[in-house]
Structure formats: C-alpha cells, structure tokens
C-alpha cells in the first residue's frame, strides 16, 4: 500500500533555543504545514490567547485528558504539564496533510515510540551562553525558572542523537532555511517511494 498519509514533524530542543521563532518563520512561508497547538497547564504569559498559542487547562482537566487518552505524548517539564492532542494530529494526518509539532525532548521521544516515521529535527544553540542570554532576554521567566530551564537543557541536549536531523539555531533565517529544505527532501523521499511502488506494481 501506498503511504497517503501526511508527514509529521517534530521540531524539539531545548527552551530558549528559538523552536517558536523558528517554527513561526516556517509557517510564514510554507502554508501546507499544520500546526498543532499544544495544550498546557501552564498560566498564559502577556499576549498569548488561548486557542492559539496554547489550550490552557487547569491541572484537572489536564490529567483527565491524560485518562482519556486524548494526548498522543504528554511530559511534565518545570512544574507544568504540556500535551498534545491525539485527535487533531491523527486525523489531519489522515486527511494526507503533514503536522508540525513543536515540543520538549521527553515528551519528542514518546512521539518517537507511537510514529516511529515521523521526522524529528533538534534545534541546538551556538552555545549554552547564548541560551541563557535568550532565555533571560525574552523575558518571560523569574530568575528560578531560567536556572531550571538551563538544567533541563544540559540533559536534553544529550538527547540530540536521538533524532534524524540536528539544527544550528545561530542565525534565524539559515536555521529557517535548514528546517526547509529538511521539510522539503522529506517529501521528495515519499514521492520516490511512492514512484517505486507503483512502477513495480505496473511490471
Ligand atoms: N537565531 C536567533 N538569534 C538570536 N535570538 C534568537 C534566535 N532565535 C530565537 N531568538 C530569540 O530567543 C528567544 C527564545 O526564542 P523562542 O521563544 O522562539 O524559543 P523556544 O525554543 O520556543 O522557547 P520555549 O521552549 O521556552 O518556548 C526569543 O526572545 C527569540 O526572539
Ligand atoms: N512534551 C511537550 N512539550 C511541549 C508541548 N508544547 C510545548 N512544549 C514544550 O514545552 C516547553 C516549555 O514551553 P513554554 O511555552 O512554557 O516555554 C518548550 O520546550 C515547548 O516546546 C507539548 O505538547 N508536549
């Protein structure tokens, strides 16, 4: 059989290392990709609206989503829970559409066990000082969250061999270019399998 279905992505790395920034330039650019928006118990920070930057749940209505299966993959990361939601991604999967998801490493490695063809892409920074100075000048943090978010990233960097591909964040517009062009050989690989198939099919 053919493989109709579309193509998930997985774009992980540690916090602060620009996924949003990177993600958010992709999406300017490639309209065929959907986003999947994540669901969190995490308070909105200024600006973000629920619906379109998070669905934001009260830590109940998170674990019952958990008990219902709804999340494809869930993880706890510095004190709030984050999950993504199991109708969305399969159905628009389904419908031959590719989804983009952008999470943290645990939670990338359990999408790895259930969509072992997705295709997973870790944005590393130039340096762990780099990291800092974005996590602190975004500004979205207390002093205590960036140490632990600068804690969970040496482990999650570690992590990195886990994935098909790894990514520079060091300048935004190459980083944006590399994750294209990965996007874009992804599908050029499905069309030659497909190609393949049915040529041996024909014979
Ligand atoms: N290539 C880059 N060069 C300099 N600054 C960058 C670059 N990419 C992103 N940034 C900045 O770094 C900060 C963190 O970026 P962003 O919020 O996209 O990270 P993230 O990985 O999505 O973080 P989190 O996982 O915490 O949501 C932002 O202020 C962003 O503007
Ligand atoms: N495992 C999951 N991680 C997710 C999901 N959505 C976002 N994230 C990641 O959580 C951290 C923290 O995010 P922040 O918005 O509080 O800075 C970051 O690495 C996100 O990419 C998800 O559905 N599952």
């Known amino acids: 059989m053919i493989d109709e279905k579309g193509i998930l992505f997985i774009l992980s790395g540690p916090s602060g290392v620009g ?6 330039a992709l999406f300017e650019q490639s309209t065929d990709l959907r986003y999947s928006i994540s669901m969190t118990t995490r308070a909105p920070r200024e600006g973000e609206v629920d619906g379109v930057d998070y669905f934001f749940k009260s830590r109940d209505e998170f674990e019952k989503l958990i008990s219902e299966g709804q999340l494809i993959e869930h993880a706890e990361y510095v004190g709030n829970y984050y ?8 159905q628009t999967l389904n419908e031959g559409k590719d989804v983009f998801l952008e999470i943290e490493v645990q939670g ?12 997973f892409i870790f944005l590393i920074p130039p340096s762990l000082e780099e990291l800092k100075d974005r996590i602190v000048n975004r500004g979205t943090e207390t002093e205590e969250k960036v140490k632990n978010r600068l804690l969970a990233a040496k482990e999650e960097i570690d992590m990195m061999d886990a994935y098909d591909y790894v990514v520079v964040n060091d300048e935004i517009n190459h980083a944006v270019k590399k994750v294209q062009s990965i996007v874009s050989s992804e599908h050029c690989k499905r069309e030659r399998v497909a190609n393949q198939y049915k040529k041996a099919l024909e014979e």
Do not use: H, S
């Open 19 to 24: 996924k949003g920034t990177v993600r958010k």
């Open 83 to 90: 999950g993504t939601p199991r109708q969305y991604v399969e």
């Open 108 to 119: 990338a490695l359990k999408v790895r066990e259930n969509f072992p063809q997705g295709v």
